[in-house]
């Protein structure tokens, strides 16, 4: 506080701002003037009006938020949070916005976010706000974070995004966005990118540089086509893949190995066949694995059954046919799911006809010599040929 009560002092000359005194054009009735506003920075002056005029559009406030945005106080209204800017040490600006749960309606951000110059942080998932993104977000030097998620905004991707050099977290799920994502995105230097539940309808593109991305979930859109062989490189140090609900198809890759710090991999409820390749028994930091809801056919590689975090391996409604013992040990303790599947001997499976109508197209993967590959050292499962080849790119 008395940072803020000395530059208030040393500030006050120039950053008096009166407000009011529109009333000229209707004569007759002299409008009482309001108490002259007194805003403890420049920056702030700045911004006091943008946020008097998003005040204005905003449809509904079941939580009475916007009753606290009056007064000199930006610092104080509910939701803004202020902090010295990177530039200016001894200046004091608007920050940061965390309307979370607000339940906030308004037809658009156009105008207010764009017009926050030293905004680091915008969290406001879960309003009602819609609309689409304004290209002049790209010239925001310091946002950071953007979180807009679980709106109802629609639209195209917002492209600006791409030129956001300061931008690391990018939370745009739950939205109505549609069409598809510029495959640049994926390389820049985000660590979160959640676009899962929008209406994204794309193939997933191939060929990408080396990015940074820990979190993507990419869930609950229409990606469609195979999962890149190029994605290792791209994508080496995820920690959670989310690919489920979508319309993936093709052969896992065998690169899918080379994805070293997976704790998560969810591709469930896609088109996606072949047999999983050995490689995933590779990823020694897995605790979830599903692939349930695809086309997945062939036996359950005891490597992957074998990797010591697996807590849930969901393979429920493929098409497998045969499980060996380490697997089987799985099922016995609830963290291997293979109903619905074609082996004989197991409860809870297709039927006889089911499987045989499935079987009787001819089912074939590009690239199968890579499907028994090993791109690491297992002591029980690698030959010693395989663990030479070490790191070595796929051989085909
Ligand atoms: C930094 O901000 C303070 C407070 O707004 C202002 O008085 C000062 O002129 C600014 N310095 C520069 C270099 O802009
Ligand atoms: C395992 O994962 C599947 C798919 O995500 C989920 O439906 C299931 O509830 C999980 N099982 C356990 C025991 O956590």
């Not at 310091?142 to 956001?164: C, K, T």
């Not at 931008?167 to 966005?177: A, E, G, K, S």
């Not at 490597?303 to 393979?315: E, K």
Request: net charge neutral; proline share 9%; with cysteine.
């Amino acid at each position: 506080m008395s940072c803020i009560s000395i530059i208030l002092a040393i500030v006050t000359f120039n950053t008096i701002l009166i407000l009011g005194d529109k009333s000229s054009n209707i004569p007759p009735v002299p409008q009482p003037t309001p108490p002259p506003l007194l805003l403890v920075d420049q920056r702030l002056s700045v911004v006091f009006p943008v946020i008097q005029k998003f005040k204005n559009i905003i449809t509904s406030d079941p939580l009475g938020v916007t009753k606290t945005w009056t007064g000199s106080d930006i610092c104080k209204y509910r939701g803004f949070y202020c902090d010295n800017p990177p530039d200016n040490k001894t200046a004091i600006a608007l920050a940061s916005i965390d309307f979370n749960g607000f339940q906030l309606s308004a037809p658009s951000l156009d105008g207010f976010l764009d017009q926050l110059p030293d905004i680091a942080l915008f969290h406001a998932n879960s309003n009602f706000f819609t609309g689409t993104i304004s290209p002049n977000i790209a010239k925001l030097p310091y946002l950071y974070e953007l979180d807009i998620s679980n709106n109802l905004f629609s639209g195209s991707f917002p492209n600006a995004i791409l030129g956001m050099n300061s931008l690391n977290f990018l939370d745009i799920r739950f939205n109505l966005f549609a069409g598809s994502v510029p495959p640049q995105l994926f390389t820049k230097d985000l660590d979160i990118l959640f676009l899962n539940n929008n209406n994204f309808m794309q193939r997933l593109p191939d060929n990408l540089e080396k990015s940074h991305i820990i979190l993507l979930t990419l869930a609950n859109n229409k990606f469609f086509g195979p999962i890149p062989r190029g994605i290792y490189k791209a994508l080496s140090a995820l920690t959670e893949v989310l690919f489920l609900n979508n319309l993936l198809s093709g052969c896992l890759p065998y690169e899918l190995g080379f994805l070293k710090e997976a704790i998560v991999f969810d591709a469930g409820n896609n088109r996606l066949t072949g047999p999983i390749p050995f490689s995933l028994g590779c990823l020694g930091k897995l605790e979830v694995l599903n692939f349930a809801g695809n086309y997945l056919y062939g036996m359950v590689p005891e490597v992957v059954c074998a990797l010591g975090n697996l807590a849930n391996l969901s393979l429920s409604d493929n098409y497998f046919i045969h499980v060996g013992p380490i697997c089987r040990g799985l099922i016995k303790k609830g963290v291997l799911d293979l109903r619905k599947n074609c082996i004989p001997d197991l409860p809870f499976q297709r039927t006889v006809f089911e499987c045989a109508a499935f079987f009787a197209q001819p089912r074939h993967c590009p690239y199968m010599p890579t499907h028994r590959f090993l791109p690491c050292w297992l002591p029980h499962f690698s030959s010693p040929s395989s663990a030479l080849r070490e790191m070595a790119p796929s051989p085909y």
